[in-house]
């Protein structure tokens, strides 16, 4: 049983993944107008999720600043189903442990920019 997932592993989720984001009729019209150039979001995406599972270090970027430039189309509905998309295309694709850790990791990094993007302090 591998309870983490490899690099190949990783590959495949994420391009499955956002195939399905973009093809999605409450996420996709975002990420459809945010990104131009799909092939090096995915591979972002790809050292993102390698540095968060297998902690290489390969992503070197800023992802509350990234999401705020479109806190204006992004509302907490979208995260659910984000999630619930990650969920399926994971369990779809590695064995149960390791579509946990990944899905544990993506609940655990949506409360955070959740929290970014909108907790307000009372004025
Ligand atoms: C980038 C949307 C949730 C990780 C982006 C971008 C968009 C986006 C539009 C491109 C930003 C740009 O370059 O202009 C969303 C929406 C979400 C969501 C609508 C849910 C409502 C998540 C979650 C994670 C994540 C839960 C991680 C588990 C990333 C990363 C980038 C990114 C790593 C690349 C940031 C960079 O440029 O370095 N997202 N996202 N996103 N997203 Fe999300």
């Avoid at 946990?100 to 959740?114: D, G, P």
Wanted: charged share 25%; glycine share 4%; with cysteine.
């Amino acid at each position: 049983m591998t309870s983490q997932p490899d690099e190949s592993d990783i590959e495949m989720v994420v391009h499955r993944f956002y195939e399905r984001v973009r093809a999605d009729e409450v996420l996709g019209p975002l990420f459809n107008d945010a990104i131009g150039d799909w092939p090096l979001h995915l591979d972002k995406l790809c050292a993102f999720w390698s540095s968060v599972m297998l902690t290489t270090g390969r992503y070197k970027g800023q992802p509350v600043p990234a999401h705020r430039k479109h806190a204006d189309r992004i509302d907490p509905a979208m995260f659910d189903r984000w999630l619930a998309l990650w969920a399926q295309t994971t369990s779809e694709l590695l064995e149960r442990p390791a579509a946990r850790a990944m899905q544990e990791k993506a609940n655990r990094i949506a409360e955070s920019l959740k929290l970014a993007l909108f907790f307000k302090l009372p004025s």
